[in-house]
């Protein structure tokens, strides 16, 4: 299956950052953890090329709907590898692409971030995800990571 073997592209050349991330989520068998976990029929992929100007998958992520009786949320998550930093300016417009793409369907998009993960971070704030706001009290946060959010734009 081409999804699952992008996938296993992408874990077996993540970035660092997304890396250490992993490991303190998901521990030694992290790899494994993360294709479990994921809905591989709703992963959306960036692709990019390699230092062999190949085509590749360069990150993989997604919308996880979260959504209860009168908010409609979600989840979003996203896993780069170290062939986003030659493919920077076609990552960051798949990136807006598909946020703007999806984003319409909920009023709110949020996640947790590795304080470490400085590149991510950086995205986000240009995806329009604000980091001010403590996290929502019946939201387990681990140590070490950061609450992001994003609300719809009123029309």
């Given at each position: 299956m ?21 490991q ?8 494994k ?45 996203l ?77």
């Amino acid at each position: 299956m081409q999804t699952l073997k992008n996938c296993s592209f992408i874990l077996n050349n993540i970035r660092d950052e997304d890396l250490q991330e992993m490991q303190c989520l998901w521990g030694v068998d992290w790899k494994k953890k993360v294709l479990k976990t994921i809905n591989l029929d709703k992963v959306i992929f960036a692709f990019g090329q390699d230092e062999f100007e190949d085509d590749v998958p360069i990150a993989m992520g997604g919308f996880v709907d979260m959504s209860g009786e009168n908010l409609k949320i979600a989840c979003v998550w996203l896993i780069s590898t170290k062939y986003v930093s030659k493919n920077k300016i076609s990552f960051m417009k798949e990136l807006k692409k598909q946020f703007y793409k999806n984003e319409v369907d909920y009023d709110i998009l949020y996640n947790y971030i590795y304080t470490s993960n400085k590149e991510a971070k950086r995205w986000l704030y240009k995806l329009g995800f604000s980091f001010d706001n403590p996290k929502p009290e019946h939201l387990k946060v681990q140590k070490d990571f950061e609450f992001f959010y994003k609300l719809r734009k009123e029309k």
